[in-house]
């Protein structure tokens, strides 16, 4: 563990994967300041409630997105090197978000 | 259905309540930013996806506030106001929380 | 609480609810019993991952069907009669729902 | 497909493997049984409820004990085989159980 709470494995992204995951992020960032501004605006409840639903769809799209690179690249690499402690890494993040 | 999608219905929130819901949206809003900048510093996936599923926990009990809030005012109010068309409405948001 | 683990307040239903939610329940229990038949015959895991998440879409449509049933008749009876205590129950529930 | 409405491929359990998931299983079959009795009993909704999301939970830890077991063997074995089919079902079968 780094003093920034994440180990220092890197992973180098393609331009394109790195603008297509950050494309994704930009519009969930704009969804939760959307989410503020209903606020503001006085929205009733259950409008703000099914935003959140939105995002929550947003953020599990960019997730399976991750996951996939993740698995066509390191796992399968780590794998094919004989190292299998990718697969403990895996389960341990696929339970946090199967929660 | 008003031109922004959601009804006309209209809630008005007590400052202390606003501030409280506005703070976590922030937070949550420094969350999504900094999954940006993961991504900026090649971080790997899987430390990644870990801090996806804490902003997916911070929105989610973001939900529960603002739920709870809704169940304690509109909900109890329209109720007894003889008024159960609300139970619909919150049936139909619960659903795609629950999902 | 009672000696099994939840308090002792009924709730009598219909004949025509009970056996609506009985027979969903059959069908869950059918379902689990065909996992576990599948798991002998040695059917492969993903094809037994597909059918786990089915079996966990119709719980949660049972969880909705019987939600649905509570809010209509105990909350709103109980919030009518001002014992707002429902709400504080109603969302301890529903915390482990959306979990 | 087969007839059954799955594929073909097999996946042989060890004896040990074979005997822990299915007790897992009995177990959520009790528990889905135990659901049908609470029922009968007229018991108090959330009861039912909170029980829902224990059996929830329980398929849940399943699901995740076969997962690991199939990253370990089947997709591990097929990954070395430069069989990288194994990825895209297992992203298809994970899509199903984030939701």
Excluded at 22 to 28: A, D, E, K, T
Excluded at 81 to 94: K, N, R, Y
Aim: glycine letters at 4%.
């Amino acid at each position: 563990m780094s003093e920034h709470g994440y180990n220092q494995r890197k992973r180098k992204r393609s331009e394109e994967e790195l603008k297509k995951l950050s494309n994704r992020l930009c519009r969930i960032e704009g969804q939760v300041r959307g989410l503020r501004e209903m606020l503001q605006k006085d929205v009733y409840c259950t409008d703000i409630l099914t935003q959140v639903s939105a995002v929550n769809a947003a953020l599990n799209s960019f997730s399976r997105e991750l996951l996939s690179e993740h698995l066509r690249t390191c796992v399968a690499e780590r794998i094919r090197q004989g190292d299998d402690e990718v697969i403990d890494e895996l389960m341990s993040v696929l339970q946090k978000l199967m929660k």
